[in-house]
């Protein structure tokens, strides 16, 4: 899946719902899961995704979206990416 977001430090939740085609309780939901996404948030509770963040829900879109795997299969995958690739390349 190609996602459609222009260059910027942060992206609030409303622009990575979008980009995704999924409803912003699903990237809340998510969070929750995955203690990989983990976006800023401000005073206000703003949520504040960087393109690091948006990287990992990609990778976790097409493994459960894309690819059918359940929560726990996609955490295990991302768990073993993580001891393989270096950090940048999550």
Not at 4 to 16: F, N, T
Not at 28 to 37: A, D, G, L, V
């Amino acid at each position: 899946m190609h996602i459609d977001l222009p260059e910027k430090r942060y992206y609030s939740i409303g622009e990575v719902a979008k980009a995704f085609n999924v409803q912003p309780s699903l990237l809340r939901f998510w969070e929750k899961k995955f203690k990989e996404i983990q976006p800023k948030k401000k005073q206000a509770g703003t949520r504040k995704y960087t393109p690091e963040n948006i990287l990992t829900i990609q990778f976790i879109y097409h493994l459960v979206k894309e690819k059918g795997m359940t929560l726990q299969g996609a955490k295990n995958q991302l768990q073993r990416k993580a001891t393989y690739a270096p950090k940048e390349a999550l």
